[in-house]
């Protein structure tokens, strides 16, 4: 409504300014579909399963969720590195139309930044994730972790290998703003839902996933390769 209101008020004083120079106003073009009717009907589209899952992998991530002015709805942020820029690509390309503009560059500090616009399924994520204003490993996790896009797009995000003599040893999931008994949680899911085997180790306080064990590190290269963009292979080796 703000947005047109805006609109009626230039359109307006245009009108004015125009006629008292002696000038002939251009008329407004008749029927125009205004940018805040057509996020209104955006917002009544449901998220695709697919578009659903990378969202959940994202804000396992990298990705953090952002109150519309209202308070009302919330909307993905993610924001990637320069040597980053065809995933932020990826993923703006998987969550249009609801990611009305390609990657913003900030020359600061070299990053790019994707966001959606505030909808009712992804505050209902933040209602789950974030339900005392901490992120946490929620109660339907078992459900997310099912899924190998999640796992692909969480381990894109915050996974890394770990190499000996240039050779796969192992990956990691920096998970260190988990707590312990989060972790905990996510290695027994691993194992209940994958049967792959993890720990969880401590890392200067903190606590993050790895997976040493050469059958569950190939179990798990198995279950997320398909999703894996080509510009992040090397985070499987």
């Not at 009712?120 to 459900?143: C, D, H």
Request: proline fraction near 5%; hydrophobic fraction near 30%.
């Amino acid at each position: 409504k703000s947005t047109e209101i805006g609109e009626t008020l230039l359109f307006i004083c245009y009108n004015n300014v125009t006629m008292n120079k002696g000038m002939k106003a251009i008329p407004r073009e008749p029927r125009r579909i205004t940018y805040s009717s057509e996020i209104r009907k955006l917002k009544t589209i449901p998220l695709t399963k697919y578009q659903r899952e990378i969202v959940i992998g994202s804000v396992l991530g990298d990705g953090y969720l952002v109150p519309n002015w209202s308070k009302t709805h919330y909307a993905l942020r993610v924001t990637r590195s320069e040597k980053q820029k065809e995933y932020a690509d990826w993923q703006y390309e998987n969550l249009k139309p609801f990611a009305l503009k390609p990657p913003r560059w900030y020359e600061r500090n070299h990053s790019y930044t994707i966001g959606t616009i505030s909808h009712s399924e992804i505050s209902k994520l933040y209602s789950i994730f974030y339900p005392k204003g901490k992120k946490i490993v929620p109660k339907l996790m078992e459900e997310y972790i099912k899924s190998p896009l999640v796992l692909a797009v969480w381990f894109m995000d915050d996974g890394n290998i770990v190499k000996s003599n240039n050779k796969p040893r192992g990956y990691h999931l920096n998970t260190q703003s988990f707590s312990f008994l989060e972790n905990k949680r996510i290695v027994t899911l691993f194992e209940k839902m994958h049967g792959i085997h993890s720990n969880t180790e401590d890392n200067h306080g903190y606590f993050r996933i790895a997976i040493w064990q050469k059958e569950s590190r190939e179990k798990f290269r198995e279950l997320i390769k398909e999703f894996i963009i080509p510009s992040m292979q090397y985070k499987l080796g």
